[in-house]
C-alpha cells in the first residue's frame, strides 16, 4: 500500500527570515548544520547583523571571569548568567592553560568572546572564539615582541555594519615614552597593521575598553600613579584615528568606568562624600558645534564603592555588581561573595538576581572578580 504524504508548504523568504531573527542563537546554528544552502543563507553578514540586533533587546546576558588568586594558575573559571532570571552557566573555554597558565577576557563583541592567554607564563597568544559555534581563531600577540614593554592595554570589537572585527593593542616601550606604540588586527586580511609612535602627551591609558558603533574607548589616566582620570580616548576603526574627550571637574571621582547606554558611550564615576556613596553616570554627546562632550546624565545613591553598574537592561534597569564582599569564616578559610542587583532608576528600586560564594579552602587567598562584560550570543564567525 502506497504511503500518502503531504506536499511540503513553501515558507516565503520574508517569513522564514522573521522566523529565523526570532529564534536564538543556539536555534539557529542547527539549522545552519542541515545543508549547504542554508549554511550559505544564515551566513549572510546582513542576517548575522539583523540577528544580532535583535538579540540585544530580547536576550541579555553578563559573562564572569572568575579567579581564585596569582598562585593558583590555571583555575580561573567563565560563567553566563542571564540578567533576566539569574540563571547560571559554566562556560568551557578552548584552551587548556595548565598549572603554569592564564588567561584574561580582552573583549566581548557580536557574541565573540577575545582572550589573551598563556600556557607557559609570558608565552602570550590571542584567540578570538565564539561560544555557541564553538569556533575559534588564535592570533599572534603583539606584546610578546616589544620584550620589555610597559602598560599593555587592548581593544576588541565589530567593525560598524559588517562581520569583521578588530583587534588593538597598544602600550609604551619605555615608561618615559612620550609615545604610544599602536598596533590593529583585521580578521578579513588576518593580519597585524603597525604604527610607530602615536598619542603624544598620553601618560597611561586605563586597560578596561568599551567598543561601540565601530568606535573603541578607553580612560586616560594622569598625576601620581595615574590615579586622577584625564579624558575618554577613542579610536574610529573607519578613519583609523584617534581623538580625546576631557573629562569634566565634576566627574573626576574616585572610580571611573566606561559603559554602553542608549547606544551610547557612558561614563560611570561614583566616590563617597559625607552624604554617602554617590554614582553619577555622563553621556558622550555632540554639542551644537559638532564637539564631543560629556553630559550628565542621572546620579543615584550607591551602597558600596565597588557596586559597579556594568549594563542597561532597558532604558531606566540598570544592572549592578557588587563582588567587594570578603569574608572569613576561620583562620584560614575565605571566600568571595558577589552580589548582581538590578536597579531601577526611576523608581530607586532594586531587585537581587544572583548572590554566590566562590571559596577555595586549601589556601587562605580569597577569590577574585576579575571581569564582568554583558555578553549576546551570536553567529558572527572567527
Not at 549547504?36 to 547583523?49: D, G, N
Not at 575559534?136 to 620584550?147: F, K, L, Q
Not at 581593544?155 to 555594519?161: A, C, D, R, S
Not at 549594563?311 to 544592572?319: A, K, P
Amino acid at each position: 500500500m502506497a504511503k500518502f504524504q503531504l506536499p511540503l508548504p513553501i515558507i516565503p523568504d520574508e517569513l522564514l527570515q522573521e522566523i529565523f531573527l526570532r529564534s536564538s542563537a543556539k536555534a539557529v546554528g542547527r539549522c545552519m548544520c542541515l545543508n549547504k544552502f542554508w549554511y550559505r543563507q544564515l551566513r549572510q553578514p546582513e542576517t548575522c547583523i539583523h540577528h544580532m540586533r535583535r538579540q540585544k533587546v530580547l536576550d541579555q546576558h553578563v559573562l564572569f571571569h572568575v579567579g581564585y588568586s596569582l598562585l593558583l594558575m590555571g583555575s580561573d573559571s567563565l560563567y553566563i548568567v542571564n540578567a533576566a532570571s539569574g540563571e547560571e552557566v559554566n562556560v568551557q573555554h578552548p584552551f587548556g592553560v595548565g598549572i603554569h597558565g592564564w588567561f584574561r577576557i580582552v573583549g566581548v563583541s557580536n557574541g565573540n568572546i577575545c582572550f589573551k592567554f598563556s600556557r607557559e607564563r609570558d608565552d602570550t597568544r590571542l584567540l578570538v572564539w565564539n561560544p555557541t559555534t564553538q569556533c575559534s581563531r588564535e592570533i599572534s600577540d603583539p606584546h610578546r615582541d616589544h620584550g620589555r614593554s610597559f602598560f599593555p592595554v587592548y581593544g576588541f570589537g565589530h567593525v560598524l555594519n559588517s562581520d569583521a572585527y578588530t583587534v588593538i593593542h597598544m602600550c609604551k616601550r619605555d615608561i618615559a615614552d612620550a609615545y604610544v606604540f599602536f598596533s590593529r588586527y583585521c580578521s578579513r586580511h588576518f593580519t597585524w597593521f603597525h604604527c610607530v609612535d602615536c598619542l603624544p602627551g598620553v601618560e597611561k591609558i586605563d586597560p578596561n575598553s568599551v567598543f561601540n558603533n565601530g568606535q573603541a574607548y578607553w580612560i586616560t589616566g594622569t598625576g601620581d600613579s595615574y590615579a586622577t582620570p584625564k579624558s575618554v580616548l577613542c579610536y574610529s576603526v573607519e578613519d583609523e584615528s584617534f581623538s580625546e574627550v576631557s573629562i569634566p571637574v565634576g566627574a573626576i571621582y574616585t572610580i571611573h568606568n566606561l559603559l554602553t547606554h542608549k547606544e551610547k558611550v557612558a561614563l560611570l564615576a561614583h566616590t563617597h562624600n559625607e552624604f554617602g556613596y554617590v554614582a553619577a553616570i555622563w553621556h558622550l554627546n555632540e554639542d551644537a558645534n559638532g564637539n564631543r562632550i560629556l553630559e550628565q546624565y542621572c546620579r543615584f545613591a550607591s551602597r558600596s564603592i565597588r557596586e559597579n553598574p556594568i549594563l542597561f537592561v532597558d532604558e531606566n534597569l540598570l544592572l549592578l555588581v557588587n563582588n567587594s564582599k570578603e569574608r572569613e569564616l576561620l583562620v584560614n578559610y575565605k571566600y568571595r561573595e558577589l552580589v548582581l542587583t538590578e536597579y531601577d532608576i526611576e523608581h530607586g528600586t532594586r531587585n537581587l538576581l544572583v548572590r554566590r560564594a566562590w571559596r577555595y579552602p586549601e589556601t587562605p587567598h580569597p577569590i577574585t572578580v576579575r571581569s564582568t562584560l554583558k555578553y549576546f550570543a551570536g553567529m558572527f564567525p572567527v
